[in-house]
């Protein structure tokens, strides 16, 4: 009979704490919205394939001057460093709350010197070891200790998140470099011409055969590109030191090789003009599902909604008893009112059953906090999605209007500096004036850098294509 009652008693149990759910683990249910990378040309023709979040950040940045920046940066980076020491904290935290299963023990060792009117000193000592432990019965310990392993996945990926938002960084600032050297390269050889036909203004007004405006606005065009020269240079110097702090270094020169040296993320890339860099048959963005399990941002996300899941379940276990068992073993001369010597064996063992009954509201307040935060990063998490959708929209927008432009940039180069030539001899054999020359050399010249910005602003967005699809991860 005793048997029977025991065991309804366990049935009963177990049936309660399997109808409150208390130790369901944590199941992802948030619909995903449907097309989540929208439906543009761009994005079909993108979809399908390996995607590029596969391959790891030393396959798609293949320069190798660019990979021993970014492995020094990764190496150095304080906020990377302050990540991984985000870790080792939650490590720790997660080791506490497995160890919480265990008893706890003190030794707490006592000595009591007594004396009485005449009576000789008293001496009583006690020497007990102390024991506490909890019995996880409804979830409590259980619960935390799961929140406590969401957490620290959290930490794990931040520091992933981390990692990749300084390769992107990185990678940006170099190939900032190299534009901003072509650009310096450019504006140099624009310098030595535009100085070349400066002189032959002035020996032409030397001569009489033009008036002195023509010499003042040919000077006023050739010092405009002097002045470009210094900002670019200090444009090279700032992002040189932005990359030295990414290093935790004191400034110094960024070594890096020459643009288009280096395809950015597949060989049949390399010396192209733009075409085959910012095409979208290259860049494979694979499928939606892939993207969700790789970008650091939507995994955070999911690991937020698996702690303050946890975190309502630890709230609800409030409410049922908590058990605790609690002895003490020790040897001691004090036996009350009597001292005796030698000492004896002390045992003692309590157990103890607490029961909230009413706790002034706090257990109710913490469990409509938790189920409202559980709530609120639920919606968070769908909106993730949602903005992760359309980062990778936009950069393939991106690409594909610096592939189109790219192509316009080029021509134009092409024509403009075939009319820079003609205008020129024209000039020289007296068929045209200096207004035609300093449009055209203008021109060319205002060309020819944004046909460079333009090939930047493809590779930047490449990068961010890369990134929106969680690369840069591994």
């Avoid at 940045?61 to 304080?78: G, R, S, Y």
């Avoid at 205002?446 to 930047?460: D, I, K, T, V």
Wanted: charged letters at 20%; proline letters at 3%; hydrophobic letters at 40%.
């Amino acid at each position: 009979m005793k048997r029977l009652s025991v065991f309804f008693i366990a049935a009963a149990v177990s049936f309660l704490l399997t109808g409150c759910g208390i130790y369901n683990k944590y199941e992802q249910k948030n619909e995903i919205p449907a097309d989540v990378m929208g439906t543009s040309q761009d994005v079909q023709a993108a979809q399908g394939g390996t995607s590029l979040s596969q391959m790891t950040w030393r396959e798609f940045f293949i320069d190798p001057l660019l990979q021993q920046l970014i492995e020094q940066v990764l190496a150095n980076n304080t906020d990377l460093n302050s990540a991984r020491i985000a870790v080792e904290k939650s490590e720790a935290s997660l080791k506490a709350a497995k160890m919480a299963y265990l008893p706890s023990l003190y030794f707490s060792p006592q000595g009591t010197l007594a004396k009485f009117d005449d009576n000789p000193w008293s001496k009583t000592y006690n020497l007990p070891l102390q024991m506490q432990m909890d019995v996880d019965v409804f979830g409590s310990i259980t619960n935390k200790k799961r929140a406590a392993k969401a957490v620290l996945l959290q930490a794990q990926v931040r520091e992933e998140a981390i990692r990749a938002n300084l390769i992107s960084t990185t990678a940006q600032q170099y190939y900032m470099l190299q534009v901003l050297d072509q650009q310096l390269e450019i504006l140099t050889q624009t310098d030595s011409l535009w100085n070349a036909s400066l002189e032959t203004e002035k020996t032409l007004w030397e001569n009489g055969k033009i008036y002195s405006t023509a010499v003042n606005q040919m000077e006023s065009s050739y010092l405009n590109v002097k002045t470009q020269i210094v900002d670019v240079r200090r444009n090279i110097r700032g992002v040189e030191n932005a990359i030295c702090r990414l290093l935790a270094i004191s400034p110094q020169h960024i070594e890096r090789n020459k643009w288009g040296s280096s395809a950015l993320h597949h060989p049949q890339a390399e010396g192209d003009t733009g075409q085959r860099m910012f095409d979208t048959q290259f860049l494979k963005v694979g499928v939606p599902a892939a993207m969700l399990e790789q970008r650091p941002d939507i995994r955070m996300a999911n690991h937020a909604m698996e702690e303050a899941f946890y975190n309502t379940q630890a709230a609800r276990s409030a409410f049922f008893p908590s058990i605790s068992l609690q002895g003490v073993a020790g040897w001691t001369n004090s036996a009350g009112s009597v001292v005796v010597n030698p000492g004896k064996l002390l045992l003692n063992a309590v157990g103890s059953l607490t029961q909230p009954i009413f706790a002034r509201g706090r257990l109710l307040s913490n469990y409509k906090i938790a189920k409202l935060t559980q709530e609120d990063l639920q919606r968070k998490y769908v909106q993730t999605v949602i903005d992760a959708g359309n980062q990778v929209n936009d950069a393939l927008a991106d690409c594909q209007a610096a592939r189109e432009k790219h192509a316009y940039y080029h021509r134009q180069v092409e024509v403009l500096r075939e009319a820079y030539v003609g205008t020129h001899e024209l000039m020289d054999n007296g068929k045209s004036n200096y207004l035609e020359v300093l449009t055209a050399q203008e021109s060319l010249l205002n060309a020819q850098l944004s046909e460079a910005m333009n090939m930047y602003n493809g590779s930047q967005a490449v990068i961010a294509l890369y990134i929106a699809l969680g690369g840069g991860v591994k």
